[in-house]
């Protein structure tokens, strides 16, 4: 069994959907969880930092962890064209010099 | 600001020669990571440095290998390159602090023939 399991897509949903992307992982070791927006041809960048459980809310951006089920979930609310992009959820042990373990990531197409 | 910058953007390379891929960062930041990206396979580590002077193995480091002269400054280097290198290189860095978030580079895109 893979650390993180990331269902590839593609996810196709219409401009304005809720959009939801999620990572199961193995290791209950994981405390630190990360969201990151890749766009084609260029390099990651961080969407969400989320410590342990809970949520934590950022615009149209919403992260959820449950531990309990090693389960971790990215909403996008009214969804834009411009969202169309592979997300990479990434997780740690640890904080501070810490190596990320990384979903394979998901590509969303959102259309017009 | 810059942040990360790499080079080249792109490279085409005859197996067998070496190349040497750089990486250069101005936030200061404490730890860097270079990882390839491959269809299918995600991110992967190669290889990383917490501090300058020290680094050390990912994922996969076989075939690569790591300096860290200085603070801003992490080159990769193949030394004698083979197809199965043809990928998407990216360096990232991060503070090393508590909220230890890794910001990456653009990339360079590399073929090896």
């Keep these: 069994q893979k650390e993180v399991e990331q269902d590839p897509g593609p996810l196709s949903v219409p401009e304005g959907a809720i959009v939801s992307l999620n990572c199961t992982y193995s290791n209950s070791a994981f405390q630190y969880f990360m969201w990151y927006r890749q766009y084609s041809r260029k390099g990651p960048e961080l969407l969400m930092y989320t410590y342990s459980s809970g949520n934590k809310e950022d615009g149209r951006f919403t992260a959820q962890v449950d531990k309990s089920s090693k389960y971790i979930s990215l909403f996008i609310r009214d969804s834009q064209p411009s969202d169309s992009a592979t997300y990479l959820c990434a997780m740690t042990r640890r904080s501070g010099y810490s190596t990320l373990t990384f979903g394979k990531g998901t590509m969303l197409l959102v259309s017009p | ?113």
């Design chain 2, 1 to 113: 600001i810059a942040g990360i910058t790499q080079a080249p953007t792109s490279q085409i390379l005859a197996a067998g020669r070496r190349m040497t891929l750089r990486c250069t960062q101005d936030m200061r930041h404490n730890a860097m990571y270079w990882y390839r990206q491959d269809l299918g396979l995600g991110l992967r580590l190669i290889h990383y440095s917490n501090t300058a002077g020290t680094t050390g193995k990912g994922e996969v480091p076989d075939g690569y290998s790591v300096s860290r002269a200085n603070t801003d400054d992490f080159p990769l280097t193949l030394a004698s390159a083979v197809p199965s290198q043809t990928s998407v290189y990216f360096c990232a860095s991060s503070p090393g602090l508590e909220v230890d978030t890794q910001y990456f580079g653009p990339g360079t895109r590399l073929t090896v023939l």
